[in-house]
């Protein structure tokens, strides 16, 4: 949780391109693209939903990656410089929430891999009988896989964020060559775009119907990495310089759009292919293959692709939030293992993932507070402190940014007005029984919408009621405590003090 040392800054250019490639080769990201086809529209319209929503999520995390970048404090500390020392917690319990849901999704889709792989060597698995009712959303063997893959990904949750990087450097090597092989596979089997109907599927909704679809389909590809929009520096402050995550603004849309292209060109060869509508799991579709090696391999860069979006999107950041919630308690290692039990076991994220309609309601769903947070904190630091902050302040609870009590009342205003617009379409998504009228329709541009109304009252009211006690002339970095004592490897997840807790740094907190 303190601020990241010189030595230990270590992320380049290119770590963050190998992150996001990494990142965008994923399960998840197929899921998106696939599942849009399979609410009516078609992959002429997925595909500009895709590359618009990811670029403006792109510059979202560009822009708070900046802030990591630029301080070397992890997300639950930077963010009291905008909530306030307490209020901070809403953003961090939200997002502690989010990360362990998208644990147990990530992880479904693992065991999804596990089961493939296991199918390949041993076919006769598919046999095994099922003790489970089909209302639990998951077979006995799909469960026994799942807790396979959740046991084998334990330890490696455990690398340190500084190390880590060499994880998404071999994911961005190995899984893309996956999906390409996929790729051609796709168009030799169906003789290519010009001798199929791969690219001329019509969309099966049309009018105003498909306009808002459409417009649910980009706010569910913003969604897919909005926790990142919020939480990106985590990573960031390991950057060796905020240029070196610069690179973010343009792989991000490159890599999503070309990846979840792939996916919609290999659903749609599916779709040709099998006769069985569209196969919008890339593991259902492996479960097609006859070629054994083909489905084995495939399934393993598909459990590797896993596992590292799982690290670095979902384990790392929960890690930190549960640490700054209990400091005294817990570090990052046990925050990791907390998130792997929660979202692993108690929060049955298989419900989650039963349909492609369900995928893209949980997707929308938490973008209403996820918007919020990021506005806020991107005007705070750019147009309210302008880059000013008092870093050794944001360790102080009777520092600057208490505010009152605790609470910035102009970030809490901001929240308060930006989330309710969406509340009626979110309802009406989880119940459609629930008539709420023309209320559904600004739920589909949830991330936006919730994005400029807490980014406009909050920039207005720091206007109106400034917050004097924390504007500064200069920043105040405090590098020189940073330097005072430099943390060995093992202070990087937490040094263990039994009085003051797994994460205490005396030197930081109390800095005068």
Known sequence: MDVVPPHLRTWSSWDFIAYW?????????????????????????????????HFLVAIVITLNGTIGAQLHVPFPVLNRSSFGFYFAYFSIVSRAILAMFWFGIQTTTGGECVYQM???????????????????????????????????????????????????????????ACWLSMFIWALVKTGGASGTSIYS?????????????WFAAMNSALGNFATLGVNIPDFTRFARSPRAQYTQMLVIPVAFTFFAFIGLTVTSSGYEIYGKGYLWDPLKLIDQWDNRAAAFFAS????????ATNIGANSISCANDLTALAPRYINIRRGQVICALIGGWVLCPWEILASAIGFLTFMGGYTIVLGPISAIM???????????????????????????????????????VAVPPNLPGLINA???????????????????????????????????????????????????????????????????????????????????
Request: one cysteine or more; charged letters at 15%; hydrophobic letters at 45%.
């Open 118 to 176: 296991l199918k390949a060597i041993w076919p006769s698995i598919q046999h095994l009988p099922n003790h489970l009712p089909e209302t639990a959303s998951i077979t006995t063997s799909a469960m026994m896989c799942y807790f396979l893959y959740w046991l084998i990904q334990l330890p490696l949750l455990l690398v340190p964020v500084h190390k880590i990087r060499w994880l998404f450097n071999i994911k961005s090597i190995i899984v893309p």
């Open 201 to 213: 599927q019509p969309a099966t909704i049309h009018g105003s119907k498909a306009v808002w679809a």
């Open 300 to 307: 393993f860069s598909f459990a590797l692709a896993t596992v």
């Open 430 to 512: 989880i119940n459609p029984k629930i008539d709420v009228g023309g209320g559904i329709y600004p739920y589909n541009i949830a991330y936006i919408l919730g994005f400029t109304i807490a980014g406009s009252i909050y920039y207005v009211l720091s206007i109106v009621f400034p917050p004097t006690e924390t504007l500064l002339e200069a920043p105040i970095t405090g590098e020189d405590e940073v330097e005072r004592k430099i943390p060995s490897e093992h202070d990087e997840e937490g040094s263990i003090d039994e009085k003051k807790g797994p994460n205490a740094r005396e030197d930081i907190v109390e800095a005068p």
């Open 378 to 416: 991107i005007i705070d630091y750019y147009l309210v402190h302008k880059k000013k902050i008092d870093t050794p302040s944001l360790y102080r609870p009777k520092g600057r940014y208490r505010y009152t009590a605790g609470v910035n009342m102009r970030a809490l205003a901001a929240v308060v």
């Open 21 to 53: 490639l990494s990142d965008a080769a994923n399960v998840a990201t197929w899921n998106m693209a696939s599942s849009m086809l399979a609410i009516g529209l078609s992959w002429r319209q997925v595909l500009p939903a895709i590359a618009v929503g």
